[in-house]
């Protein structure tokens, strides 16, 4: 009987790390039967975070990190951007009337719509550390962020077009000062106003902020033609300008 126990527990602790490795991704197959490597299912994560069918996520996952980190430093997201900003411009020669009166205008987000924040993120796993808001802020009071240089071109081919630049940010008041200089070094100036982020809303979500800021825009007489920013939260709610674009940016998720 303790042979026969014996040899029972042995077996299942034979088939336990069998079952386990069945989990890992590189065992994983689809419904269809195809094999998944890697690189399908980290890419596959960063599409539809893209396509906004994964959302409020925390990290990157663990397994997908060093590919986010290829990606965001790699031609594609140089690309992929670009095309972007190349829509914006089709969209403005093609379809804007302008009435260039001081009422049309184009609003961009700031962080990795004009700014990057990647080499602050190559630093915490390009998104696989839980975010540390005051670590964020550390690095970006230094005012070292780089433009990207899609968006810079889009920036100055708009503001030639006379469009009032507006620029809405969640980032915190307090460092007005350090983005200005940020931005003015990289090449970034002649915007119509900076929206920052004031103690009375900072609790509440970056969506209704922003959304909030565009109904007095336009209350104000503006006409929003565009908005360009890097996540859903800057270009969703009401109310909405006529075309909106997102950039590229799988390294972390705001609300």
């Known amino acids: 009987m303790r042979k026969s126990l014996v ?19 590189l065992n994983q197959k689809t419904k269809r039967g195809l094999k998944i490597s890697l690189k399908n299912y980290c890419e596959a994560w ?32 140089s690309v992929d951007s670009e095309r972007t900003t190349e829509e914006c411009l089709l969209y403005v020669s093609t379809s804007c009337n302008l009435i260039k009166d001081g009422k049309d205008a184009w609003i961009f987000d700031i962080d990795d719509t004009l700014l990057s924040t990647v080499p602050y993120y190559k630093d915490n796993l390009y998104g696989g550390k839980k975010l540390n808001l005051t670590s964020l802020e550390e690095w970006m009071s230094k005012s070292k962020a780089k433009a990207l240089d899609n968006s810079l071109k889009l920036f100055n081919a708009l503001k030639s077009r006379g469009i009032q630049i507006i620029l809405i940010s969640s980032r915190r008041e ?4 350090a983005t200005i200089d940020n931005l003015v070094n990289v090449g970034y100036y002649g915007w119509t106003s900076l929206i920052m982020r004031a103690p009375a809303n900072e609790l509440v979500s970056v969506q209704k902020y922003k959304s909030d800021v565009r109904k007095q825009l336009v209350s104000n007489g503006y006409r929003i033609w565009g908005i360009l920013g890097d996540q859903y939260s800057s270009i969703q709610g009401p109310p909405s300008s006529i075309r909106t674009f997102k950039l590229p940016n799988p390294m972390y998720y705001v609300a």
């Open 7 to 25: 040899h029972s527990l042995v077996f299942m602790c034979l088939l336990i790390p069998l079952a386990v490795a069945d989990w890992n991704i």
């Open 46 to 77: 960063r599409m539809n975070v893209e396509l906004h069918n994964i959302r409020g996520f925390e990290v990157v996952p663990e397994e997908c990190t060093e590919y986010i980190g290829k990606y965001m430093k790699g031609t594609q997201y």
């Open 174 to 177: 307090h460092l007005r000062s």
